[in-house]
């Protein structure tokens, strides 16, 4: 709809402005501080904070999404289907044990900083990307593989231009899905000094700083619903290509 399209951009507009140059945004958000607080968080540039959190999620997505994807190719080869519950068991690690636990176990091994953030992250990801690779590659109906199969393609050929092709919108959806998590969980990264947008967050909650906190929020919530839509749309694209239908995007 148009109407959602003009949101969109608009959003897209304000975020960027803000990111750029939040001094502009003083205005608005000094109603909500008291005593004289500062408006606007400029101990770290907001700039610098997202570019850093969206790296952040964008490494530990690209790493979760190699191991997850790999081990679903693996447990659907029938060399690798007895593997199968040893790799939902990996893929659910990150769901076992919450973020905050994760950081506070490798935080004694890794130190400080960004490494503790990733491997939360990374394991926070692997779930939703490996269930819905393995729902992909699984989903296939058998006359297109024997059909690849009778045109003297190998497993390898058979993979990459049949299988792999017809599940990527599968695959894309869980890895979406994984991204959005990890953009909100990534905020507790600076608590452990990664420096992601819950550095604004963090500190408004500790000066009663409601501004801080509504920017790292409004920040972290705008890119989500902005990346989450943008893979929508790529979703989209691919499946029209293989002639499918993406449920529940519409």
Do not use: C
């Amino acid at each position: 709809m148009k109407w959602a399209l003009g949101l969109r951009l608009v959003a897209v507009v304000l975020l960027a402005a803000f990111i750029f140059a939040p001094e502009m945004f003083a205005p608005v958000f000094a109603p909500l501080t008291q005593f004289g607080a500062p408006p606007i968080y400029t101990q770290s540039a907001i700039l610098d904070l997202t570019l850093s959190h969206l790296m952040l999620v964008g490494a530990a997505t690209l790493a979760a999404t190699i191991l997850a994807v790999g081990l679903a190719i693996l447990v659907t080869r029938p060399f690798g289907a007895e593997f199968l519950p040893l790799s939902r068991s990996l893929a659910n690690i990150g769901q076992t044990f919450p973020p905050v636990a994760v950081l506070a176990l490798a935080v004694p091994a890794m130190g400080f900083g960004a490494g503790p953030t990733l491997v939360a992250l990374f394991l926070y990801g692997l779930l939703p990307i490996f269930e819905n690779a393995l729902t992909g590659l699984e989903s296939l109906s058998p006359s297109v593989r024997e059909a690849a199969r009778g045109s003297g393609m190998t497993g390898l050929q058979r993979l990459v231009r049949v299988e792999l092709p017809l599940a990527f919108p599968v695959i894309l959806a869980g890895i979406r899905l994984s991204v959005v998590i990890s953009l909100s969980t990534a905020t507790i990264g600076s608590t452990v000094a990664a420096k992601t947008l819950g550095e604004v967050i963090i500190a408004g909650l500790l000066s009663n700083n409601t501004a801080f906190v509504l920017q790292g929020g409004l920040v972290v919530g705008v890119l989500a619903v902005l990346i989450y839509d943008g893979f929508v749309a790529i979703e989209k694209i691919a499946a029209r290509r293989m002639g499918q239908s993406v449920p529940g995007t519409a």
